[in-house]
């Protein structure tokens, strides 16, 4: 029994010694990782920014037909319910004559 109470100790110092140097190098690695992550993000968001300028001008593009869009409904809206209305306005006159 003595024997196990003193190799069991040494030996769990052994594991307890590698699993750090194990988690060491570890964290080495993902830092390493981390950096090159970084970095690949970093280009991504310049190359982002250099896209910026084409959504303006495609967002502004959308915009100013949009608007156009809006005015030709409104005047073919508009003569549409001029001519319903004048057509209304007829009948009246003549069932006001009968």
Same mark, same amino acid.
């Given at each position: ?8 100790? @040494? ?7 590698? %699993? +750090?140097?194990? /988690?060491?190098?570890? *964290?080495?690695? $993902? @830092? ?7 970095? %690949? +993000?970093?280009? /991504?968001?310049?190359? *982002?920014?250099? $896209? ?47």
């Amino acid at each position: 029994m003595e024997i196990l109470g003193n190799v069991l100790p @040494i030996l769990l110092y052994i594991l307890g010694s590698i %699993l +750090l140097v194990v /988690v060491i190098i570890l *964290v080495i690695k $993902l @830092i390493g990782t981390i950096d090159r992550a970084n970095a %690949l +993000l970093d280009d /991504v968001e310049g190359k *982002v920014k250099t $896209l910026d300028g084409l959504f303006n001008t495609i967002e502004g593009f959308s915009k100013t037909m949009n608007s156009v869009g809006e005015r030709v409904i409104d005047g073919v809206t508009g003569i549409i319910s001029s001519i319903f209305h004048k057509k209304n306005k007829k009948e009246k006159e003549i069932d006001e004559y009968e």
